[in-house]
């Protein structure tokens, strides 16, 4: 069965069959036919040849003995040629001689037939040399295939290779990015946490003193006071001190000196602290000290008492000694229920009352000053209306020219006073209480103004009615909050022009201490008021410690001496000689003096004797109302 249907595929081979002898060829041309074969005959080597060329056969059968060209000779040339040499080429001779057939396959023959030839055998060699050829072919093509895959085996291990060296190259580039990009990650998380740090810093710090701030002193103390529970001997203290000499020290100096000194004030206040303690800055010139203390007696007090005074040592800078004596108000954390934020409240309300009291000294909060913190802010409101209502009243003192007989002194002027009745039954509340309230509360600029605008007019009407050489002068109490804006000169002029009083007439009065901290700005502004014809006063001389070369340098015109002095003048000589000596300072420096608060004719005659040109108190009248004040002037006309 595999014969046949090799032989049926065989059988569609092309065989030339090369032999002169025309029976020879007929024969086999007509049995390979038979038998299916595509037969092809040529009578000599020189037309097989040719033909071979031309269509190239599966196999030939081939004659050794031919005429022109014998069968070997057409074997070596079909040999020789590359194109063809691979068709097998079976020998066919009537001689069975054994050169020949050596011959022949040395020749490259692949079998030798000898005549008479029996078909059978003919056949059987065909199919086996064509099957040979057959499987020569298909191994050459398998080998090729082989050859090809293996070809693109190593094409394809080449390309791998490159495509892994490709990787490779590739996973190096991305690792050296990845850590390229992870190293600016780094740097960038560095750089952000640096940043946040900074702005955690800037959020909770001081920028210039590089102190706490009231966020994180209010976190300090939420977690300090917590911890009471657990330790019941811990004592927790916090102090808010006040230095307002600060402000005054750096109006002078200057911002950047200013800003140095607060740097020095800062370092000295964290170098006096106690181990332990926390220091914050509320304000440019407000500080607050957080103190933890295991309590035994009643060390915490002589604590701040040392702290206290350890504070008021001087610091110095550049030249200068300056000592911030703070005002100190503290409260004692007494529950770990009690809020920080109510303890900040309460270390203030103590140092408003320790400011009241006197600047410089300490003061323990007491539950009582809330009840006056909300009468003050009861106060407040009542104040503010009162202003917007018109409630607010002024009242003239007389100032008298002293003579040596006092029962003839004469009124040379009058200071307004401002007064408030909230209702016509109700007291007046004193000055000491509301005008303090007004700077705080900033309502001094519109009640100075008031004050000032009505006095004036008042004053106009007054000197209309005197011969022009006997025209009274008007003292007005500024305070340093009304001065220190921009538009106070044009105001104070414009309400001069709007009343009609000649500068001439005025004289403005600052307390000495306030005068003291007075900014260059302000110092410069009451120049021009006085380049204008209006008088500066120092009021409540004595008290403020002026240095003598400082008030050499202010823009004043008059000295009004403390009524503690002319109070206490007849008890003590260190009152009197301070009196004498502020006589002869005004002299000397050609200022007029006035005596506040003379309430007895031997002090205005003592007065009088010691050469003081001014007076003004009870002893000649108290503050009166427009109506009894216009009545006094006519009745010592
Ligand atoms: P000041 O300017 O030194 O006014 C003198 C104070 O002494 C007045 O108190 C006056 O009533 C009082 N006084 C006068 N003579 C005597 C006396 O013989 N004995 C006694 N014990 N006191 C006498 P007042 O009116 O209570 O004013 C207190 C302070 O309030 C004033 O002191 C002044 O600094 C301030 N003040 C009053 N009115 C105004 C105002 O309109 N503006 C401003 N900024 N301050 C004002
Ligand atoms: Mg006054
Ligand atoms: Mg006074």
């Not at 069968?71 to 097998?88: H, T, Y």
């Not at 037939?113 to 050459?140: G, S, W």
């Not at 401002?418 to 007004?438: E, H, K, V």
Request: glycine share 4%; with cysteine; net charge negative.
């Amino acid at each position: 069965m595999q014969f046949m249907s090799q032989a049926q595929s065989l059988a569609k081979a092309k065989i030339l069959i090369v032999d002169d002898l025309p029976d020879n060829l007929r024969l086999l041309s007509t049995t390979l036919t038979q038998e299916g074969f595509d037969v092809r005959s040529a009578i000599n080597g020189s037309l097989a040849i040719m033909g071979i060329e031309s269509d190239s056969p599966d196999l030939i059968l081939l004659d050794i003995g031919m005429p022109d060209m014998d069968g070997f000779e057409v074997c070596d040339r079909l040999k020789s040629d590359a194109k063809i040499s691979d068709i097998p080429i079976i020998f066919i001779s009537a001689l069975d001689d054994v050169q020949d057939k050596v011959k022949a396959f040395e020749l490259g023959g692949v079998d030798y037939i000898t005549k008479p030839f029996i078909i059978a055998e003919v056949l059987a060699r065909i199919y086996l040399q064509l099957e040979l050829k057959d499987l020569k072919h298909q191994l050459k093509t398998q080998n090729q295939q082989l050859k090809d895959t293996l070809q693109q085996q190593k094409q394809v291990e080449s390309q791998i290779r490159q495509l892994n060296q490709e990787l490779e190259r590739r996973v190096l580039e991305r690792t050296q990015q990845l850590q390229t990009a992870n190293e600016k990650l780094k740097q960038e998380m560095q750089e952000r946490q640096q940043a946040q740090a900074k702005l955690l810093h800037m959020a909770t710090y001081d920028p210039l003193t590089g102190l706490a701030n009231r966020p994180l002193l209010l976190q300090h103390l939420e977690e300090t006071v917590q911890k009471l529970e657990s330790l019941p001997n811990l004592r927790c203290l916090l102090l808010r001190l006040d230095c307002d000499r600060i402000k005054t020290i750096s109006n002078t100096l200057g911002h950047d000196q200013g800003d140095r000194m607060l740097i020095e004030i800062a370092n000295h206040i964290t170098a006096t602290v106690p181990q332990g303690s926390f220091v914050a800055q509320l304000g440019g010139d407000e500080f607050a000290i957080v103190l933890t203390h295991q309590e035994h007696g009643n060390s915490i007090d002589m604590l701040v008492e040392l702290l206290h005074y350890r504070l008021s040592a001087p610091i110095h800078l550049d030249n200068l000694e300056i000592s911030i004596n703070p005002t100190i108000g503290m409260v004692v954390a007494k529950s770990s229920a009690v809020k920080a934020e109510y303890l900040l409240r309460d270390a203030e309300l103590a140092m408003v009352q320790a400011k009241q009291n006197q600047r410089g000294s300490r003061q323990l909060f007491q539950p009582a000053m809330h009840q006056q913190a909300l009468q003050n802010l009861e106060l407040e409101g009542q104040l503010r209306q009162a202003i917007e209502q018109n409630q607010l009243k002024v009242y003239y003192q007389p100032i008298v020219l002293l003579r040596p007989d006092t029962a003839n002194a004469s009124i040379v002027g009058y200071e307004a006073l401002a007064r408030w009745q909230p209702d016509a039954t109700s007291r007046f509340i004193p000055p000491g209480i509301f005008i303090p309230l007004a700077e705080e509360t900033g309502l001094i600029t519109q009640l100075g103004d008031w004050v000032f605008k009505t006095a004036c007019q008042q004053l106009r009407q007054w000197n209309q009615q005197r011969p022009p050489d006997q025209v009274l002068c008007l003292s007005v109490n500024f305070s340093i909050h009304q001065l220190n804006c921009e538009q106070c000169f044009h105001k104070i002029c414009n309400i001069l022009q709007f009343t009609q009083v000649p500068p001439e007439w005025i004289k403005l009065e600052i307390t000495e201490s306030v005068l003291m901290k007075t900014p260059q700005l302000v110092l410069t502004m009451l120049e021009q008021l006085r380049g204008q014809g209006i008088q500066i006063s120092i009021d409540d001389f004595g008290t403020g410690y002026s240095s003598l070369n400082y008030l050499k340098q202010l823009p004043i015109d008059t000295l009004k001496v403390d009524r503690t002095f002319i109070q206490d003048m007849e008890i003590s000589s260190d009152s009197l000689q301070i009196l004498k000596a502020i006589l002869n300072l005004a002299q000397a420096l050609k200022l007029d003096v006035i005596a506040e608060g003379i309430e007895t004719a031997t002090q205005a005659q003592t007065l009088a004797d010691l050469g003081c040109l001014y007076g003004q108190g009870y002893w000649f009248s108290k503050p009166l109302d427009s109506q009894a004040a216009g009545a006094l002037l006519e009745s010592k006309i």
